[in-house]
């Protein structure tokens, strides 16, 4: 099996050194929506899609205005999932399964790009989004990502354990072990999403965190513009902060066998992409 990492939409917040703890108090941040594509024997899997077609192509309707002043997306069409799979020589019809970390904005807004492939999710998370508790709930799920009306695949978490943390074995009879792991916190139902490739296991861990930082195992931190947005868009800000506790665990204990990353750190995304 091959893995591709892909960057599926640059975000460029305000303030470097606010938001990722390097760089200048006035220069642009660079962040990314990191994305995997797994090549299986049964079709294309992605873990993630980013930002769209139709996000790039309507912004502020499909995005919403807070997100688009807040994080400057780039809007590149050619980052989006499907152009890159299709400059990758594949075709939209390829992609088989989607495995969301959890279904805020960023993290499916491609998802109308691929009508056919079975979305794979949390049972927890499907509800959430689909009718938010309230409105710290409701923050970064956008219905109209999902108006097509996805396959859904929902699961209970149960089965065995993964390095010590509960899971869901998904996509029986694929060539591939691809693996949901509880994260909760950021919202009601995330999770990461393990793949075992042909160099070991490797966990996409969505936005249980936001920055390498957070997961050093010397002096842990966190940069002060993603701590206060964690903190303020957390369902759960206990649990994710146990989750992250456990994530320095894993890297700590079994770093040498699970490499770990979030969806938005441009760091990770570079060191991973570059193997």
């Known amino acids: 099996m091959r893995i591709h990492h892909l960057n599926c939409g640059t975000l460029c917040p305000a303030s470097a050194r606010f938001v990722t703890g390097s760089g200048g108090l006035f220069e642009r941040a ?8 797994l090549e299986t024997s049964r079709g ?20 919403g205005q807070r997100f688009v002043k807040r994080n400057a997306p780039r809007l590149d069409p050619a980052e989006t999932a499907l152009a890159q799979v299709e400059r990758l020589g594949f075709k939209r019809e390829d992609v088989r399964h989607i495995v969301p970390t959890h279904l805020d904005l960023d ?31 409701k923050f970064g799920y956008k219905p109209v990502q999902w108006a097509h009306g996805p396959k859904w695949n929902r699961y209970a978490v149960e089965g065995e354990r993964w390095f010590g943390f509960e899971s869901v074995r998904v996509i029986p009879g694929l060539d591939a072990d691809v693996v949901l792991v509880p994260l909760t916190g950021h919202t009601a139902g995330h999770c990461g999403v393990a793949v075992k490739g042909p160099g070991g296991w490797m966990l996409h861990a969505g936005d249980a965190y936001f920055s390498h930082r957070e997961v050093d195992l010397v002096a842990p931190r966190s940069p002060w513009g993603v701590a206060l947005f964690q903190k303020l868009r957390s369902v759960d800000n206990a649990a994710r902060l146990q989750n992250q506790e456990r994530l320095r665990g894993l890297v700590r204990a079994h770093g040498h066998e699970v490499k770990v990353f979030s969806a938005h750190c441009a760091v990770e995304f570079d060191r991973m992409r570059a193997g």
């Open 107 to 137: 993290h499916v807004g491609g998802l109308a790009d691929f009508p056919d492939a079975q979305i794979h999710v949390f049972g927890d998370e499907h509800a959430a989004a689909m009718v938010p508790p309230d409105a710290r709930a």
């Open 30 to 37: 660079r962040m990314v929506c990191h994305c995997l594509l």
């Open 44 to 63: 294309l899997v992605l873990v993630d899609t980013g930002l769209g077609t139709r996000d790039v192509q309507d912004a502020k309707a499909r995005l």
